[in-house]
């Protein structure tokens, strides 16, 4: 799913040479929508095995609202830059740039809100900008 084909379409050549097109349900648009209508249609309730956001990070805490019901029991859900440039183990006060303090608040809050989730496990990978790797166990 992306707002641009043209991501999915230049990482196409790989994932047909890795014969893995078939197992690939590329959606072009804005997330929430297209998130809202494969909710609504119930056959898409724990069908996933693997959903990777790298995403607006304002909006991570509603979309992992909507992929936790389409990710299946045991399956994984990665969520990109959740370190955050590293700001989000920074002090309330340090300096930083308006826009990496402005989306840190986000990742923050959707940091503690997958610590306290009940329905996933999680290990956050400190490697490139954080990676948190997060396993629905009910």
Known sequence: MDINRE???LGLPIIEKAGVAHKIDFREGP???LLDQMIQDEK???TFDFIFVDADKNNCINYHKRII????????IGYDNTLWYGSVAAPPDAKMDERLR????FVLEFN??????PRIEICQLSIADGVTLCRRIS
Do not use: M, T
């Open 44 to 46: 898409s309730h724990g």
């Open 69 to 76: 019901e389409l990710v299946k029991v045991g399956g994984v």
């Open 7 to 9: 991501y999915y379409e």
């Open 31 to 33: 997330a929430l929508p």
């Open 102 to 105: 402005y989306f840190r608040d």
């Open 112 to 117: 503690k809100a997958l610590a306290i989730d």
